[in-house]
């Protein structure tokens, strides 16, 4: 943006420099032959001119970059946010609050996409723990109920739930309780 701002001063401002330039230097030499008086004030208005014809080009190219980087930052800004967001639930940071984007914003479809689609995997995960803590698993198979015990942890730190670690203490326990289970 700020390069066809830019681009199209400089079309404008160009010629017409340049244009300022040969007619002054015409009325200039015409002020010697007549009036040498007005020669100075010829070219003080040169001078003028050209100190403006270069101020309005920086003033121009300076608010069309302050407007375009505002632009930008506006437009980012939701995504941002949404990246931040997937970054905490990268970490295992599922408790966090869902997320939001004021009804006013411009990436509202994106935004109602992402929050759908954070539901519906912290709900699959729900999902996943509860058949989790169906099952059953034999203790006495230790590589088993390590992996079921882990994946349990796992799903339950997704979640922000607080894990519950079962020791080899308690699945000794366990195991000798089974043992006295089945001995009867």
């Not at 040169?46 to 506006?74: C, D, E, P, Y």
Request: with cysteine; aromatic share 12%.
């Amino acid at each position: 943006m700020v390069t066809a701002v830019a681009g199209g001063c400089l079309l404008f401002l160009l010629p017409a420099f340049y244009f300022i330039s040969q007619n002054y230097q015409i009325f200039t030499s015409l002020a010697y032959d007549t009036q040498p008086s007005l020669v100075a004030h010829l070219e003080r208005e040169t001078m003028w001119l050209k100190v403006f014809l270069a101020v309005s080009f920086v003033f121009i190219v300076a608010t069309s970059l302050f407007l375009s980087i505002r632009m930008t930052k506006n437009l980012l800004a939701p995504l941002v946010k949404m990246e931040r967001h997937m970054h905490q639930l990268m970490l295992g940071q599922w408790n966090i609050p869902d997320f939001k984007l004021p009804e006013d914003d411009d990436f509202r479809d994106l935004s109602m996409t992402y929050d759908y689609f954070h539901r519906a995997l912290k709900a699959n995960t729900e999902s996943e723990l509860k058949l989790l803590e169906k099952l059953t698993i034999d203790p006495q198979n230790r590589e088993a109920y390590a992996a079921w015990v882990s994946l349990m942890n796992t799903q339950r730190a997704r979640l922000g739930i607080e894990e519950t670690f079962i020791s080899n203490e308690s699945v000794l326990q366990l195991s000798e309780f089974d043992l006295k289970r089945r001995a009867s």
